[in-house]
């Protein structure tokens, strides 16, 4: 569920976000290498369309719990749902159509249509299938099209990916951009599995930074190729590079990682 506020979304640099759900780039450098460093799998993505029933389910088979639209009263899965603030400082539950019907209103966007797409499976470097859901948001003069995994009541963990674009694009066209995106990320890997778990493959390390889960927990974990690894567990694999120089750069979850 999003928590947004019409006013603050149009009063910040939209391409500002908290630091949780930031991707990250995390490198360890020996020497001087040419060109990127590609991990020991790149082969291709492929997608697929798939029609499903407007029942929510997670990628372990769970039912997600449903809301309602304040608005239009339509019972809505959660990752569709935004906490919107309105102009009395109380907040109301809308589904994305609404927020975006909404929003297109304040920002006086005369003909805005509320894009909607099937979900869509793509497989990975090890070809393995992920179903991406898809939602939009309109953020003043931008559109947010964003493509997530289902884990649970909600996309913390598992792949997601969001590109922005002005208001008036065509959604389509987003569309196509963003499966691009996705496709490129899915087809390399960060992580491989040795003897002793997990651990980085090469020197470059790709993903998504997330909260931890736990209460008045200040931790995060971080979510790479698609799976949740605890800060601890991060840290125990990064020990494979003791003595090493590290780079760590924090993007946008518009930006390309």
Same mark, same amino acid.
């Given at each position: 569920?999003?928590?947004?506020?019409?006013?603050?979304?149009?009063?910040?640099?939209?391409?500002?976000?908290?630091? #949780?759900?930031? +991707?990250?780039?995390?490198?360890?450098?020996?020497?001087?290498?040419?060109?990127?460093?590609?991990?020991? +799998?790149?082969? @291709?993505?492929?997608?697929?369309?798939?029609?499903? +029933? @407007?029942?929510?389910i997670?990628r372990?088979? %769970?039912?997600?719990? !449903?809301?309602?639209?304040?608005?239009?009263?339509?019972?809505?899965?959660?990752?569709?749902?935004?906490?919107?603030?309105?102009?009395?400082?109380?907040?109301?539950l809308?589904?994305?159509?609404?927020?975006?019907? #909404?929003?297109?209103q304040?920002?006086?966007?005369?003909?805005?249509?509320?894009?909607?797409?099937?979900?869509?499976? $793509?497989?990975?470097?090890?070809?393995?299938?992920? !179903?991406?859901?898809?939602?939009? $948001?309109?953020?003043?003069?931008?559109?947010?099209?964003?493509?997530?995994?289902?884990?649970?009541?909600? #996309?913390?963990?598992?792949?997601?990916?969001?590109?922005?674009?002005e208001?008036?694009s065509?959604?389509?066209?987003?569309?196509?951009?963003?499966v691009?995106?996705?496709m490129?990320?899915? +087809?390399?890997?960060?992580?491989?599995?040795?003897?002793?778990?997990?651990?980085?493959?090469?020197?470059?390390?790709?993903?998504?930074?997330?909260?931890?889960?736990v #209460?008045?927990?200040r931790?995060?974990?971080?979510?790479?190729?698609?799976r949740?690894?605890?800060?601890?567990?991060?840290?125990?694999?990064?020990?494979?590079? !003791?003595?090493?120089?590290?780079? $760590?750069?924090?993007?946008?979850?518009?930006?390309? %990682?």
């Open positions: 569920m999003r928590r947004l506020s019409a006013k603050d979304v149009s009063n910040r640099n939209p391409r500002t976000f908290f630091i #949780e759900g930031a +991707s990250f780039r995390f490198s360890a450098d020996i020497c001087a290498v040419p060109g990127p460093l590609r991990p020991h +799998s790149t082969t @291709d993505a492929h997608a697929t369309i798939t029609q499903r +029933s @407007d029942q929510a997670t372990d088979g %769970a039912v997600m719990t !449903e809301q309602t639209c304040v608005r239009c009263g339509a019972r809505t899965p959660p990752y569709d749902i935004v906490n919107a603030a309105s102009a009395d400082g109380t907040y109301r809308l589904c994305s159509r609404c927020f975006n019907e #909404e929003m297109a304040w920002a006086d966007i005369i003909g805005f249509e509320h894009p909607q797409f099937t979900p869509v499976r $793509l497989l990975d470097a090890d070809g393995d299938s992920h !179903e991406f859901h898809f939602r939009s $948001l309109l953020l003043g003069d931008q559109i947010s099209l964003e493509a997530f995994e289902l884990a649970g009541n909600d #996309e913390s963990e598992g792949y997601r990916f969001q590109i922005l674009d208001s008036q065509d959604p389509f066209v987003l569309l196509g951009k963003l691009q995106k996705m490129r990320a899915l +087809s390399t890997k960060h992580l491989h599995e040795d003897a002793s778990g997990p651990q980085v493959a090469g020197t470059m390390a790709r993903g998504r930074i997330e909260w931890d889960g #209460e008045d927990s931790l995060p974990c971080v979510i790479i190729d698609g949740r690894v605890e800060w601890t567990d991060f840290g125990a694999m990064l020990m494979a590079f !003791e003595g090493w120089q590290f780079r $760590l750069e924090l993007l946008d979850p518009s930006d390309e %990682a």
